[in-house]
């Protein structure tokens, strides 16, 4: 028994500075291929690194420990701006460090900043954040970023819409998914979709006395509603004018004309403001002022 034990820990000990031995060689090649000049071979910079799939096998068992190398060696790279062409193979750098250790979380952040805001390759940066949902379903932070990232770069709230749906459904997300949410589906223009989360909101801080959460809710539920009412007006206006060849004096016309079947009135029992000239139509008050 002692016999075995000592081959066991043998073999251990073999593997792990086989392990070494091999990350050593990578790092000196990676020297080496730095020295050439880039003029001579454009994209020299980065070695290729086969699929991370295949390094697994590669590393007996040591996979993490590589998964760590190459996170460091692509932290100390991708901060070297003196190479151009360093963002070539981003996604692929971060695919590899994912299938080396697919529940190492740190990488999937670090590489989607990387990408968003050293590259500004918005795509590739979504690409690294849904592998790391993927790969780790419980994370509700990796959704919550590619809607924060979409909604605030490239304005694409039907996008970030269906991120901030994905963070909600995840144990364990924070309260503030859902306000998300709604925010998004608001600013998409899915406005029923908007005001059922914003009531069911406005309902659970009601249950719960969140005077703070219930009063910006009521202000969002009045913004939306107001959104719904101004369309269905505006509407109106439309069909009159086509009928007419003008804008009604007033909004009572639209129910004479039977274009409306009653003059909606804001959450708050006020009338909307109504330039006959323009045909605009706006709310009363501003909701964050009520």
Request: proline share 4%.
């Amino acid at each position: 028994m002692k016999k075995f034990s000592r081959e066991r820990d043998l073999s251990t000990i073999f593997l792990v500075l086989l392990l070494i031995l091999s990350c050593g060689v990578f790092m000196i090649l990676k020297i080496e291929n730095d020295n050439i000049s880039r003029k001579k071979l454009p994209g020299s910079s980065v070695i290729f690194i086969p699929s991370g799939k295949y390094l697994k096998f590669a590393t007996l068992g040591y996979s993490s420990l590589l998964a760590d190398l190459v996170y460091l060696w692509a932290i100390q790279y991708y901060s070297n701006y003196s190479i151009p062409e360093r963002f070539d193979y981003l996604d692929h750098i971060f695919s590899i460090i994912a299938e080396l250790d697919p529940c190492y979380l740190d990488p999937y952040d670090i590489g989607a900043l990387i990408a968003v805001y050293d590259a500004r390759d918005l795509d590739i940066a979504l690409k690294i954040l849904d592998r790391g949902l993927e790969k780790n379903p419980d994370q509700w932070i990796f959704p919550y970023n590619a809607g924060h990232y979409v909604q605030m770069l490239k304005k694409d709230h039907i996008l970030a819409q269906e991120y901030y749906k994905k963070m909600m459904e995840i144990e364990g997300a924070p309260v503030i998914a859902r306000r998300l949410y709604a925010d998004a589906a608001f600013k998409s223009m899915d406005y029923q979709t908007a005001l059922e989360n914003w009531q069911e909101i406005y309902q659970t801080a009601k249950e719960e006395k969140d005077e703070r959460i219930k009063k910006i809710a009521s202000n969002h539920i009045y913004q939306v509603k107001a959104a719904i009412d101004v369309q269905m007006v505006k509407g109106a206006i439309a069909k009159f004018k086509e009928r007419y060849g003008r804008n009604p004096i007033d909004l009572s016309r639209l129910v004479k004309a039977g274009f409306l079947d009653s003059l909606p009135k804001d959450l708050d029992g006020k009338e909307y403001i109504y330039d006959s000239k323009t045909g605009e139509v706006k709310a009363p008050t501003i909701p964050w002022k009520r």
